[in-house]
């Protein structure tokens, strides 16, 4: 029951973060940005996990997995909200690098998390359902976000993807 939890949870934790990729990268677009615009602002989910990540990782070991999910969870569904309140592109800026460091540290506990549940004899089979939840997430995110895009527009999908970064939080 509590690796099926940690799997739901992931999928909605990571359809937010895979959604708002393609969501910012399309908002950019439509707000005239420049492919540069585009890479940078995408490359600034990258930039603070890739400096941040070992720092992450102890943290998690000293202090377990629960607090450092729920805040991920609330500061990922705070980036991915973030431009539906505040439209334009200082607001895609911020979000894009809130968004990556939630997520990376989102990414750090729940691993941390199925391996402590984990018997070794379960854990390559556990990690695989963990696997699992990331491909349907890594489907459901980008879908679900060029369809509300398509039907009502960035801000909307962007608030509906802050929604579901909630879900773990509320789990």
């Given at each position: 029951?509590r690796l ?34 585009v890479g ?44 539906a309140l ?86």
């Amino acid at each position: 029951m509590r690796l099926a939890l940690l799997v739901a949870i992931t999928v909605f934790a990571h359809t937010a973060f895979n959604g708002s990729r393609v969501t910012v990268s399309l908002y950019a677009l439509s707000l005239q940005s420049s492919p540069l615009t585009v890479g940078a602002l995408i490359s600034l989910y990258s930039v603070l996990p890739m400096l941040l990540s070992v720092h992450a990782g102890r943290m998690i070991d000293r202090v377990g997995t629960g607090r450092p999910v729920l805040l991920a969870s609330l500061a990922l569904a705070a980036g991915v909200g973030l431009p539906a309140l505040l439209p334009g592109l200082p607001a895609l800026y911020l979000a894009c690098a809130v968004i990556g460091l939630a997520f990376m540290v989102f990414h750090i506990a729940i691993q941390n998390a199925v391996a402590s549940i984990s018997p070794p004899e379960l854990r390559a089979v556990n990690f695989s359902w963990l696997a699992l939840g990331f491909s349907i997430s890594g489907f459901l995110g980008p879908t679900t976000a060029g369809l509300v895009i398509a039907g009502a527009g960035h801000r909307t999908a962007l608030a509906i993807l802050a929604v579901s970064a909630l879900v773990p939080a509320l789990a």
